[in-house]
T-cell receptor, first 111, second 114 residues
Framework: QKEVEQDPGPLSVPEGAIVSLNCTYSNSAFQYFMWYRQYSRKGPELLMYTYSSGNKEDGRFTAQVDKSSKYISLFIRDSQPSDSATYLCATPNTGGFKTIFGAGTRLFVKA | DAGVTQSPTHLIKTRGQQVTLRCSPISGHKSVSWYQQVLGQGPQFIFQYYEKEERGRGNFPDRFSARQFPNYSSELNVNALLLGDSALYLC????WGEGNYGYTFGSGTRLTVV
């Protein structure tokens, strides 16, 4: 079993839709969770990080962590064509010296 | 302020050759990590250096080595290149050793082994 599982998609939505991206993880000791956005031929860009369970909002983006089910989500409201990218969920291992990434979900937002 | 800079951006090498990739972290950041990203997959951890000491190593063969210099820049070396080493190599910079608050990544070096 992979430590972080993420559906690779692709996910295609019309402009203005609400997007839900999801990951599961296996180790209940993981405490910090991140979402990165990666455009083609670029490095990942940190969108948000959260600690433990709960929600965190930043503009059109909301990150949600449910530690009881080991489930993390990223919601994008009013999606734009510029949101078309690969979204990676990630968590540092205990000790924090390495980050474990999901496979990434490719998102296409159609104008 | 400049972000994380990596060089070269692209290179093509022949099987069996050796390659050196370079990374300069954000000014003031003391930690540099290296990740390998194969097409269609998430980044895989190779090394982390903090204050010039290796703090962690991923599940990669001894052909992979790295070091961090007094100015906190870093090099990743790969010897005896295999076709399977073809990937995007990413350098990540952070202020501290723990990655709990995320990293700033460079744009990567795309290595093609033929």
């Amino acid at each position: 079993q992979k430590e972080v599982e993420q559906d690779p998609g692709p996910l295609s939505v019309p402009e203005g839709a609400i997007v839900s991206l999801n990951c599961t993880y296996s180790n209940s000791a993981f405490q910090y969770f991140m979402w990165y956005r990666q455009y083609s031929r670029k490095g990942p860009e940190l969108l948000m990080y959260t600690y433990s369970s709960g929600n965190k909002e930043d503009g059109r983006f909301t990150a949600q962590v449910d530690k009881s089910s080991k489930y993390i989500s990223l919601f994008i409201r009013d999606s734009q064509p510029s949101d078309s990218a690969t979204y990676l969920c990630a968590t540092p291992n205990t000790g924090g010296f390495k980050t474990i990434f999901g496979a990434g979900t490719r998102l296409f937002v159609k104008a | 302020d400049a972000g994380v800079t990596q060089s070269p951006t692209h290179l093509i090498k022949t099987r069996g050759q050796q390659v050196t990739l370079r990374c300069s972290p954000i000014s003031g950041h003391k930690s540099v990590s290296w990740y390998q990203q194969v097409l269609g997959q998430g980044p895989q951890f190779i090394f982390q250096y903090y204050e010039k000491e290796e703090r962690g190593r991923g599940n990669f063969p001894d052909r992979f080595s790295a070091r961090q210099f007094p100015n906190y820049s870093s090099e990743l070396n790969v010897n005896a290149l295999l076709l399977g080493d073809s990937a995007l190599y990413l350098c990540a910079s952070s202020l501290w050793g723990e990655g709990n608050y995320g990293y700033t990544f460079g744009s990567g070096t795309r290595l093609t082994v033929v």
